[in-house]
């Protein structure tokens, strides 16, 4: 049995309908002896009521006009029961006991809690010194920030680059395939991206092997250096810098150009 909520115009239908409520009671049914809006009324009651309407020539009462408005009705939550006298007699001693700690800890307030620093006042000079020997010596140890985001970019763009040929041929196929039917175009699209993927990975994977391959045969070559020649820059110029150079007098100067003029 559905139970619905009386409309305004079931409560003047039932006004209109002499001895409606004794008509439409029935054992199993909510009563209608003082019925306002709201209240419940069953779905055969509704009927019987537009029935009785029909009856007595009320025929500008539908049972559309009826139903108008009209909701499911839920009955209203059952009363709280009234608590017994030995739970009020708990809540005022719980009350009470609560009252008496709260004026103990106003009177007699707690100790503050110790922080950690507090506690353990050498634990920052501990973790100074931790940090100090575990500090890293060379330059190698801190990481290389540029070569790990060189690596990051290289996989992305090697993604973005699968991505644009897969999507490429996949587009490439289904314009090429626009005369052939949907889903014969959807297994062409979809098998020759596959394939272009399949391929993709296959020429990586060879280039990847490729390379691993040429660093193997480099390690196995072993790099002899040989001197071919040495010099040293300014050597010569050092040596006629360093070398004495005699100063002839004013005496010697003139017998020799005695000498010459007599050999004439």
């Not at 480099?218 to 100063?247: C, L, N, R």
Request: aromatic fraction near 8%; glycine fraction near 4%; avoid cysteine.
């Amino acid at each position: 049995m559905v139970l619905l909520t009386v409309t305004p115009s079931i409560l003047e239908a039932l006004q209109r309908v002499p001895d409606a409520q004794s008509k439409l009671q029935r054992d199993d049914e909510p009563s209608l002896v003082d019925a306002n809006i709201g209240a419940p009324i069953s779905h055969g009651q509704i009927v019987h009521l537009w029935n009785l309407l029909k009856a007595d020539e009320h025929r500008e009462y539908t049972l559309e006009i009826l139903l108008r408005g009209s909701r499911v009705y839920v009955p209203p939550p059952p009363p709280k029961p009234e608590p017994s006298d030995e739970y009020k007699a708990l809540m005022a001693r719980l009350r009470r006991d609560e009252e008496e700690r709260a004026y103990e800890r106003m009177v007699n307030p707690a100790q503050p809690m110790e922080t950690f620093s507090q506690m353990f006042p050498s634990s920052g000079s501990m973790a100074r010194a931790f940090a100090e020997a575990n500090r890293p010596t060379r330059k190698e140890d801190m990481g290389d920030d540029q070569v790990t985001y060189d690596e990051v970019h290289r996989q992305l763009m090697l993604i973005f680059n699968f991505m644009v040929t897969i999507l490429g041929v996949a587009a490439t196929l289904w314009i090429l395939a626009r005369w052939w039917s949907t889903p014969a175009r959807m297994f062409l699209t979809m098998g020759g991206s596959i394939i272009a993927g399949v391929a993709e990975v296959a020429l990586y994977s060879g280039y990847v092997w490729h390379l691993g391959q040429a660093k193997k045969k480099d390690k196995t070559f072993k790099e002899v250096k040989e001197v071919v020649q040495t010099w040293v820059v300014g050597s010569e110029e050092k040596e006629s810098a360093d070398k004495p150079i005699a100063i002839e007098s004013k005496e010697s100067a003139a017998e020799d150009a005695n000498l010459r003029r007599r050999k004439k």
